[in-house]
């Protein structure tokens, strides 16, 4: 089993949508938490970035981390095409951990016009 | 402008062969990394350096060196490439192990 399993989808929505992307993990000693979005051709850049549990929200993007169910979500409301892209899910542990950075396989969205 | 700069961005080369790719950050950051992405496999790390000198292994080191001369360099190297080295590798670098990372835009490589 993977430490960190992500659906890959392909998930295709209407322009306008709320989109919920999710991941799951089996390392309770994950604590930092953080969403990438990668576009074709592209590395991976930053989206939300969030330590142990709760919510933070930037705009139309909102991080959930629930470390009681080891679960991590990220919702895009008013979903735009320009959203279409690889949504990458991203942990560590810190600790004696330090420098591992765990992602899930990705989620490639696609938003109708 | 901030950035993490891969060479060359595609690369085809012969089983054999070694090969170096390399990562450049202009950031000032202590932390770097390499990544291997593949289909249904995700964003795997092969190497990290928490800063100068000082480099451990990810979670698929094998067949990969890395060096850490300079703080603002760290190039992967592939002394004998094999087919199934074949995918598309990422640098990154932050600031600290566990900051938010900012990515290269990749390494496209196919060994025959």
């Known amino acids: 089993q993977k430490e960190v399993e992500q659906d890959p989808g392909p998930l295709s929505v209407p322009e306008g949508a709320i989109v919920s992307l999710n991941c799951t993990y089996s390392?309770?000693?994950?604590?930092?938490f953080m969403w990438y979005r990668q576009y074709s051709r592209k590395g991976p850049e930053l989206l939300m970035y969030t330590y142990s549990s709760g919510n933070k929200e930037d705009g139309r993007f909102t991080a959930q981390v629930d470390k009681s169910s080891k679960y991590i979500s990220l919702f895009i409301r008013d979903s735009q095409p320009s959203d279409s892209a690889t949504y990458l899910c991203a942990m560590n542990a810190g600790g004696t951990s330090y420098g591992k950075l765990t992602f899930g396989q990705g989620t490639i969205l696609t938003v109708h016009p | 402008e901030a950035q993490v700069t891969q060479n060359p961005r595609y690369l085809i080369t012969v089983t054999g062969k070694k090969l170096t790719v390399t990562c450049s950050q202009n950031?000032?950051?202590?932390?770097m990394s390499w990544y291997r992405q593949d289909p249904g496999l995700g964003l795997r790390q092969i190497y990290y350096?928490?800063?100068?000198?000082?480099?451990d292994k990810g979670d698929v080191p094998e067949g990969y060196k890395v060096s850490r001369k300079e703080k603002r360099n760290f190039p992967l190297i592939l002394e004998s490439p094999s087919p199934n080295q074949t995918s598309l590798y990422f640098c990154?670098?932050?600031?600290?192990?566990?900051?938010?990372?900012?990515f290269g835009n990749g390494t496209r490589l196919t060994v025959t």
């Open positions: 990154a670098s932050g600031t600290t192990y566990n900051s938010p990372l900012h």
């Open positions: 390392n309770s000693a994950f604590q930092y």
């Open positions: 950031m000032n950051h202590e932390y």
């Open positions: 350096s928490m800063n100068v000198e000082v480099t």
